[in-house]
């Protein structure tokens, strides 16, 4: 069925009363279920789970992947195939739009755990108490939602503005509850056998699972005398460095430097093929040329010149060169210069989400037909004040923010906050990145010596608007299907709990494990495994404040300047040819933090989508089914069936140690 949509004329020339007059009479579906007690839990749980793999991935790759079509999907084969059993009534098309809501809210809980709150903690060296990240997190995210609800009546209700990804949410929900339902269903197929698969492959590889299933199951360390279990390598090099270390073999070395020591790996990891297909080919080629551009050349050039080297550990040990070190002491610093300033660059370069972003909305005349639908005005009135003074106290007390400061921080990030909705309704971009930049560089300024200063503020920028963007890009298609704000607000902040509440204790679980001695560290939180490119980007902003760029090696600050004119000429190019250019600045100073085997996998999934597209263009067939309608499921079964069972194994281990 065509959602009912008003006209460009009526958009331009009704009032917000006649707007919200013709929703009422021609869109709204009255009493039709939405927030139900089952749409709640099912929201709840699978937006834990989703947030869960997210922040795995995120880790990995800095990348915060969306979870709300995968939440569509899986909430509609979940209730149709209950439903066919007899088990349960259908969801409604507004129970699963509710249960999306909260499942994305989830998802976005990640953000501070992935860049902001796990670089305040390798900046300081101190872990952050679980609760503290709980009630901070919550906190700050409320004050979003809070924000969101004055700009939904401007934004949605008077302006009418598009919110791409949200409308697409909205489309897709109607296609599936309106005649595509066989499309659903199959889609949900494909990522089920997906993420089975892509499980089954991650059991594999992984070493507590193997050793669950070789030793405690199979028995095999008592009858067969096996001392390790065997697993299947992700790193499918391992095994020619095995042979040629015994044989003494030929090891390749780029200037004398070990490849190995350049993260320059061959890597078969099922998630990372996943992120490349859904990021597409222009930005994988972005990334994998950042990554080749630092480890190929430029690394080991500043380990022959000295500016990159082994160093003596905090117990005395020496560290050798690692990829890790790498970046730690010379490629963040032209790493982060691409990343902010092609942010700072393409935000410029949209002039379109700053225009009229303070204009006064029309006053409605007449009654309001909407004020038992709508969320209450008041409660943002009274709730932004209050939550505000609390999101200052919780900041001044956990983090040691001057009171000063954290309140002085609070008018930029509700100007910014308005900007990134803006961006979002308008092209389904939000620019946290650049705009937590802003304040974290303000804040800066006025106090150098506590980084907390900077990064918890900009922190709350970043938070603050992804909630307030995000909900509202929620609520568009909840607008378009005839759904009560009201109900999507309260299932944003149930999702705000079941976000925070599964992510914090995996947190812990995977990136704080205890040593010997039963102690947590953030020592060993950045790994191999776990890049963590969005904390390394925050924790380098943070030290230049602080330090300043005399502090650096002049090579590093002389490749900072070369980044910060390339990223600028990129970012150029890409407004002036209207994003045909093929390169991103972002997305190229992100391949120099990530594993460079990352990059390559990612590299290789979008490719791989690329080619069978184009071999698959007409729509309607089986091939363009699968490869281009089937994208999305497909790259989440994949990012799932890895997430769930990688976090799977870190229980395993634990259980078992």
Known sequence: MALLQLEEEQIRTWSRAQKDEWWFRNVFRGDMPQLTIRSAITGFLLGGVLAATAMYIGAKTGISIGVGLTAVILAFAIYRIMASAGFAKDFTILENNCTQSIATAAGYMIGPMISSLAAYMLVTGKIIPWWHMIVWMCIVSIIGVLLAFPMKRRFINDDQLPFP??????????ALYTGAADAGMFKARLLGITALLTGLYQAIISDGWMKLIQFKVLRLDQWAGMKEPWVFHERLDSYYYAVATKAQGWIPTILGTDIRQLGLRLTLDAAMLGVGGLMGIAVATSCLLGAFINFVILAPIMIQAGDIVARVGPTGAVVPISRAEIVNQWSLWWGVTMMVVGSLVSLLGR?????????????????????????????????????????????????????????ISLPLIFVLSIICTNSMALTSWTPTGSMSKITQFTMGAIDRTNPASNLIPAAMTAEIAANSANLLSDIKPGYMLGGKPRQQAIGHVIGIFAGALACVPLFFLLFLQPDANGVRSVGNMVSEQFAFPAALQWKGVAEIIAKGVSALPTTAIVSMIVAAVSAAAIEIAKIVTRGRFPLSAVSIGLGVVLPPEATFAMFVGALLFWIMGRRHPVKGTRGNEFWVEGLEPICAGLISGSALMGIGNAIVNVLMN
């Open 165 to 174: 990804e949200g409308r697409a949410s909205g489309v897709v929900l109607d």
């Open 351 to 407: 002039p379109e989400i700053f225009k009229g972003i303070f204009k006064r909305s029309e006053k409605s005349a007449g009654a309001d037909v909407l004020k038992d639908i709508e969320f209450p005005l008041w409660i943002s009135a009274i709730g932004i004040p209050v939550f505000s003074v609390l999101g200052a106290w919780v900041t001044h007390e956990f983090f040691g923010v001057p009171w000063l400061l954290a309140f």
